[in-house]
């Protein structure tokens, strides 16, 4: 399927690894322009490098916290009047609320609702001007189904999709969408470290903890973040404008209810 992105600008967070570079591999296969964000430059440098190859488009790195204004500023430098954005951030860590204080909680809030929050604002508008625009905030399964550790993830994310359920009605109309895609388990160093914490909590090997979480798949594995890019790449595609204000699961089957 031709996805009709062809020379649009994308602005993709949390790109040097994982599920943002897959995001960022999969709309410049599709010919999108992307430019991709991360804090740490040697890492940043080194994704644009291999996707610029894998793909043969255009990809600008910039290295800079998405999440702070500074590092939002630079994103626009470099991309200006972005058609798609992806806002993606790793999730804050596990743990027991009982210890979390104040700043940890700010942060958690900032990395994963605000952050968004505020490059969508200040996009948005040019985006209606132009009558395009698509915007993927990777969320969590966790908004769906909460996770006892993952607190700071399930109250910071559920904060987004509430602020999107409303806003995401109000631009459709220019042909603006607005979705969440909640990723279940994907093979990335998030999803190791995840079943590091679990294993450590239940005295178990990491390998016999990975086992487990697979066998409690209906797909009988973790996800591929290449799967997870595709879906993504659709969801900004010119045939995807009637999809808006969704939260869309991709999970293997693991989320067990019928809503």
């Known amino acids: 399927m031709e996805l009709g992105i062809t020379g649009r600008k994308a602005i993709i967070s949390g790109a040097s690894a ?7 591999i999969a709309l410049a296969r599709e010919g999108a322009e992307v430019t991709i964000v991360a804090r740490t430059k040697e890492n940043i440098e080194a994704a644009a490098e291999k996707i610029a190859t894998l793909t043969k488009s255009r990809v600008i790195p910039v290295a800079a916290d998405i999440n702070t204004d500074e590092g939002r500023y630079a994103a626009l430098r470099a991309c200006p009047d972005p058609d798609i954005i992806i806002n993606n951030s790793g999730g804050p860590p ?6 979390w204080d104040r700043e940890t909680w700010f942060a958690a809030l900032n990395n994963n609702m605000l952050g968004a929050i505020f490059m969508i604002r200040d996009t948005i508008d040019g ?3 132009r009558r395009f ?3 993927v905030n990777i969320t969590s399964s966790a ?7 993952l607190g700071l993830s399930n109250g910071a994310r559920s904060g987004l999709t509430g602020f999107i359920a409303g806003l995401a009605r109000e631009v459709a109309a220019h042909n603006v969408t607005i979705n969440n ?4 388990d994907f093979e990335t160093q998030r999803q190791k470290s995840y079943t590091q914490d679990l294993a450590k909590i239940q005295k178990r090997s990491y390998e016999e903890m990975r086992a487990i979480r697979i066998a409690g798949n209906p797909a009988g594995r973790f996800g591929r973040p290449e799967e997870f890019g595709a879906y993504c790449a659709f969801l ?7 999809i808006t204000g969704q939260n869309l699961l991709i999970d293997g089957g693991k989320y067990p209810g019928t809503f």
């Open 18 to 24: 994982g599920l943002g570079e897959a995001c960022a």
């Open 94 to 99: 596990t743990g027991d609320f009982r210890t």
């Open 127 to 129: 985006m209606i001007a």
């Open 133 to 135: 625009g698509r915007i």
């Open 143 to 149: 908004v769906k189904a909460p996770i006892s550790m």
């Open 181 to 184: 895609l909640l990723p279940g």
């Open 236 to 242: 900004c595609s010119a045939q995807a404008g009637f």
